[in-house]
């Protein structure tokens, strides 16, 4: 079993950039692959970001790419949601994820483990 733990959101204006920290504890955290979701008010949870379990592989949605990327630190057991020119569609509960695999997946529902979320807000 794996627990997760997200920080790193608050409140930003549109242009700025915040850093998003996955913690996790329990199993071998090098045995998961990792993502990221988010959830707006009254959305679907959407695909932002995945590592695979090794960290040599990744990939971020459409809407992200250029602006969003993800890595991640073994040694401290972190993954992190690096953050740039944010704009306000960006809004969001944002998850951290872990999944029984070598690579990740972009559907909620391959995911094994969530954490608790972590609010993100950006203002104009």
């Known amino acids: 079993q794996v627990q997760l733990v997200e920080s790193g959101g608050g409140l930003v204006q549109a242009g700025g950039s915040l850093r998003l920290s996955c913690a996790a504890s329990g199993r071998t955290f090098s045995s998961y692959a990792m993502g990221w979701f988010r959830q707006g008010p009254g959305k679907e949870r959407e695909f932002v970001a995945t590592i695979?379990?090794?960290?040599?592989g990744s990939y971020v949605a459409d809407s992200v790419k250029g602006r969003f990327t993800i890595s991640r630190g073994n040694a401290k057991n972190t993954v992190y949601l690096q953050m740039n020119s944010l704009k306000p569609e960006d809004?969001?509960?944002y998850y951290c994820s872990a999944r029984l695999s070598r690579s990740g997946a972009t559907s909620p529902e391959r995911q094994d483990y969530w954490g608790q979320g972590t609010q993100v807000t950006v203002s104009s």
């Open 52 to 56: 695979s379990r090794s960290g040599d």
């Open 91 to 93: 809004t969001a509960v």
